[in-house]
Nanobody
Framework: QVQLVESGGGLVQHGGSLRLSCAVS????????VGWFRQTPGKEREFVAS????????SDVDSSEGRFAISRDNAKSAVLLQMNRLKPEDTAVYYCAARQWGLQTTSRKSAEYMYWGQGTQVTVSA
């Protein structure tokens, strides 16, 4: 059974940093393309970043003025989302998701992700 568990969320001041982690289990990590999405009440889930297990495919980060970066920690079977210079508008529940095992390409479409974590709350105070 594939499981994704997010951690690292919390309350941070405007301009601060957080690093989210998504631990993946259930199948070999080196076959998963993983993405991060975020959602606020009343809005659709929004793409944040995605990274392939194949390093030949470039990772994809939504426009965040260079504040966000995605990476893999293969030793821990985890995908990290580093968020810097956080703004109140970054406040949301952040979800990690994995595509069907073996799919190499990243995607900005939530419907193309098969597995989802429970989410972690990120709150940025003004």
């Amino acid at each position: 059974q594939v499981q994704l568990v997010e951690s690292g969320g919390g309350l941070v001041q405007h301009g601060g940093s957080l690093r989210l982690s998504c631990a993946v289990s259930g199948l070999p990590f080196d076959g998963f393309t993983v993405g991060w999405f975020r959602q606020t009440p009343g809005k659709e889930r929004e793409f944040v970043a995605s990274i392939s297990y194949n390093s030949e495919y470039p990772s994809d980060v939504d426009s965040s003025e260079g504040r966000f970066a995605i990476s893999r920690d293969n030793a821990k079977s985890a995908v990290l989302l580093q968020m810097n210079r956080l703004k109140p508008e970054d406040t949301a529940v952040y979800y990690c998701a994995a595509r069907q095992w073996g799919l190499q390409t990243t995607s900005r479409k939530s419907a193309e992700y098969m597995y989802w974590g429970q989410g972690t709350q990120v709150t940025v105070s003004a």
